[in-house]
């Protein structure tokens, strides 16, 4: 998903990116980096994911998929765990 989109999921949902940093004890700007594709975290994609209903493989594709940004190491994306 485009970063447009996770955001027009995210409020069609009824949340906002601050209530999904406050569940996972995140700060906003780093949610709001992992949305616009500026930072990685497997732990904040996940929880967006999950909080617009969706896996976090289709939402975050590129990442997993390597067709956008060239394969990510499956270490980077678990190094927040």
Do not use: W
């Not at 994911?49 to 994306?77: P, W």
């Amino acid at each position: 998903m485009r970063s447009v989109e996770i955001r027009e999921a995210i409020k069609e949902a009824g949340l906002s990116q601050t209530a999904i940093a406050k569940e996972i004890n995140r700060s906003e700007p780093a949610v709001s980096l992992c949305i616009n594709k500026k930072m990685v975290s497997n732990f904040i994609m996940t929880a967006v994911a999950n909080s617009i209903g969706c896996r976090v493989e289709d939402v975050f594709s590129e990442y997993f998929s390597g067709h956008r940004y060239g394969r990510t190491s499956q270490a980077a994306l678990q190094s927040d765990k």
